[in-house]
């Protein structure tokens, strides 16, 4: 069936360069995405790659996609204390509408 | 732009009373979600709404919880009798329905059933 999957947590210090990994199942997604969510808050769109892409660069944020391993890692260059939250890898489940998500990743920036 | 909009955003209520929720999707989105999202877990889809038609709702535990989107713009979503293990975040997402079809999030409603 459908599965993403992520690492629990990760911890960087301030300055450093994260590298949040997430390995997903169903090869037909067309989307993936990431989203980041601060304690309290809702889900807030980062970032998301076409399946036809190999990487997409925005700002501090770098997304890479191997399809053939059906790996996408999401790298924050030069992380900053105000990065520090939860991260979600999620795809569509092929019917473009749907969403299937992994637990999230804890980012931890310590100054 | 307005983002979405729900509320309230804390809830908390003795078991076997009723709640409602409220969502107030971003302008122009015709695709609506309900989404629970249990601590240390990632969101669960409740229901999907395309204008007023609820497309899937396969996961919405019918026996206790219901949800409208009467004019295709906002929403309600409803539990009644509530149960100990509904406390949770319940979150709104909308989105234009088109590619890439990325969903916005509201600020969600945090349940506490006691």
């Known amino acids: 069936g459908e599965d993403v999957e992520q690492s629990l947590f990760l911890s960087v210090r301030e300055g450093d360069s994260s590298v949040i990994n997430c390995t997903y199942t169903?090869?037909?997604?067309?989307?993936l995405y990431w989203y980041k969510q601060e304690p309290g808050a809702g889900l807030q769109l980062l970032t998301y790659?076409?399946?036809n892409m190999d990487m997409k660069q925005d700002q501090r944020l770098t997304v890479l996609l191997n399809k053939k391993d059906k790996h996408l890692s999401l790298r924050i260059a030069d992380t900053q204390t105000g990065d520090s939250a939860i991260y979600f890898c999620?795809?569509?489940?092929?019917?473009?509408?749907?969403?299937?998500w992994g637990l999230g990743t804890s980012l931890a920036v310590n100054p | 732009e307005a983002g979405v909009v729900q509320s309230p955003r804390y809830k908390i209520i003795e078991k076997k009373q009723p709640v409602a929720f409220w969502c107030n999707p971003i302008?122009?989105?015709?695709?609506l979600y309900w989404y629970l999202q249990n601590l240390g877990q990632g969101p669960e889809l409740l229901i999907r709404?395309?204008?007023?038609?609820?497309?899937?709702d396969s996961q919405l535990p019918k026996d206790r919880f219901s949800a409208e989107r009467l004019k295709g713009v906002d929403s309600t979503l409803k539990i009644q009798p509530a149960e100990l293990g509904d406390s949770a975040v319940y979150l709104c997402?909308?989105?234009?329905?088109?590619?890439?079809?990325?969903?916005?999030f509201g600020p969600g409603t945090r349940l506490t059933v006691t």
């Open positions: 997402a909308s989105s234009l329905g088109t590619a890439p079809y990325e969903q916005y």
């Open positions: 302008s122009g989105h015709n695709t």
């Open positions: 709404y395309e204008n007023e038609e609820a497309v899937d």
């Open positions: 169903d090869s037909s997604s067309t989307y």
């Open positions: 790659i076409f399946s």
């Open positions: 999620a795809e569509n489940a092929g019917n473009n509408r749907k969403l299937i």
